[in-house]
C-alpha cells in the first residue's frame, strides 16, 4: 500500500492530479510515461507506476465512475513503452480542422503544425520565434516543453532537428508573427492569456473542448480515443502512402532507429490491407476460380463429400486430375 502511495504522489498526481478522472484519456497517460523517462528510476519501476495507474482506472471502471479506461488505447510493453495507435481518417481530418478553424484559429494552427511536421506535442510548446529561419521556411526543434516542472532540450539527441513547413505553415506563421507585433524572438510561439508558455496539459484540455464541439455537428465520428499525439500517428502514415521512404519519415520524427518509426508510427488502414491481399491474389497462379453459388445438394457435395488421403479412390481421382 505505501508503495502505491507514493507513486501516486511523485509520479502519477503531478500529471493527471488535478484532472477529472472522467476526462482523462491516452495522450495524459502518454505525458505520464514521458515524465516518468525524464526522473532517474529504473524501467521496472517505471512499469510498476503504470501498471498502478492501470489498476486505479479499471477499478473506477469497475465501480462505474468512468465508462472506459484510457489504457485501453495506450499499450504498455515490459520495458514501459507507450504505443498509441489511433490514425485518424481523411473525413475525420476535415472536421476536425474545419471546427477548429472557426472555434480558435491559433489552436487551428497549432493542430496544422502537429498534422503537417510531425512533432510532438512538447516540441510545439517549446517553439521559440527564433527557432524559425530568416524566410520562416523551417523550424529548428531543439527543446521540448510538458509541463511546468518538466523542461528539456528534447527527449533524445535524436530529437534535435530541422523541420520543413509546408507553404501553408509558412505564410499563416509570418501572419502571425506580424499579428503579435513581431515579438522578441526569445518569446514562446504559443503563450496563454496569462503570458506564459502553453503546456501539453493545456493542448490537452483545449482538445477535449474542441471534440466535444466536433460531435456536436458530426455525431456520427468517434473521437473519443483521439488525441492531439494521433496527429504524430497520422503524419508518419499519411507519409508513407505517399511514398517518402522510411528513413525520411524517421528523420522528420526525429526517431533514433527506422525500427522505432516502422513499429510504433505506421498503419495500414483497412483498404490499404484489401488492396494489398487483392494484388497478391492477382499475381498468383493459384487455381482460385470464383465459382458460381450452389445449390444445397452442390454445396454438400462440395464441401462434405470428403475422401480421407491415402485412400485408393482420393489416389485414382488424383491420377486422373
Known sequence: I??????FKNHIS?????ILICEINANDIINLMNSLDTKDISETYKVTVLRHTKAMFKFATEEGVIKKSPFL????????????????TNTEIEHLFTIARTTDYQFYLMLCTLFFTGIRVGELCGLKWNDFNEDFSSIRIDESLTNKKFENTTKTRYSMRVVLLTEFLKYEYIEF????????????????????????QHIDSKFRYLKTCVSQYYPDDDFSDITPHCLRHTFATQGLKAGVSIKEIQELLGHASATTTLQIYTHVDYIEKQRSISLIESNT?????????????????????????????????????
Not at 508573427?177 to 501539453?200: A, C, D, H, M, S
Open 285 to 321: 497462379n493459384a487455381p482460385i476460380k470464383r465459382e458460381a453459388d450452389s445449390n444445397d445438394k452442390q454445396l454438400k457435395e462440395k464441401w462434405f463429400n470428403t475422401t480421407r488421403y491415402g485412400s485408393r479412390k482420393n489416389v485414382k481421382m488424383l491420377n486422373n486430375a
Open 177 to 200: 508573427y506580424r499579428y503579435k507585433n513581431q515579438p522578441n524572438i526569445n518569446e514562446y510561439v504559443y503563450l496563454n492569456r496569462r503570458g506564459t508558455p502553453f503546456e501539453t
Open 14 to 18: 503531478p500529471i493527471i492530479g488535478e
Open 2 to 7: 505505501n508503495q502505491i502511495v507514493l507513486a
Open 73 to 88: 488505447y495506450v499499450k504498455i510493453s515490459d520495458t514501459g513503452s507507450t504505443k498509441c495507435r489511433r490514425i485518424l
